[in-house]
Nanobody
Framework: QLQLMESGGDSVQAGGSLRLSCAHS?????????VAWFRQNPGKNREGIAA????????YYSNSVKGRFTISQDNAKITVFLQMNNLEREDTAMYYC??????????????????????WGRGTQVSVSS
């Protein structure tokens, strides 16, 4: 089993920055597992926004956050981070990290995140005000 825990959510003004963390615990062979960040607002679809393969370090982003958000991992590969810069009101959401064998694939002019992530954290709230 794998447990994921997000932290770092807060209330900030538009234009500000936050860094979210996703720490894992549990006896799982990370291998080249994918860790992704999703976000969701009540009544809306969940949106994949960033992902990283733990082994090779390849990263992927949605068009909505590309150029503003950066996903990374620590050298010990225990924590995955999401650095969020130039935040907009539209970034307000509950942010979740998830882990699974596959990040997704390029589709059209963007990136389509996989739908079968096995492990999920409980989320951390990000609120952006103007």
């Amino acid at each position: 089993q794998l447990q994921l825990m997000e932290s770092g959510g807060d209330s900030v003004q538009a234009g500000g920055s936050l860094r979210l963390s996703c720490a894992h615990s549990g006896n799982v062979d990370w291998g080249n597992i994918c860790v992704a960040w999703f976000r969701q607002n009540p009544g809306k679809n969940r949106e994949g926004i960033a992902a990283i393969y733990r082994g090779g370090g390849s990263t992927y982003y949605s068009n909505s956050v590309k150029g503003r958000f950066t996903i990374s991992q620590d050298n010990a590969k225990i924590t995955v981070f999401l650095q969020m810069n130039n935040l907009e009101r539209e970034d307000t959401a509950m942010y979740y990290c998830a882990a699974g064998p596959f990040c997704g694939s390029y589709c059209g002019d963007g990136y389509c995140f996989a739908s079968n992530f096995e492990y999920w954290g409980r989320g951390t709230q990000v609120s952006v005000s103007s």
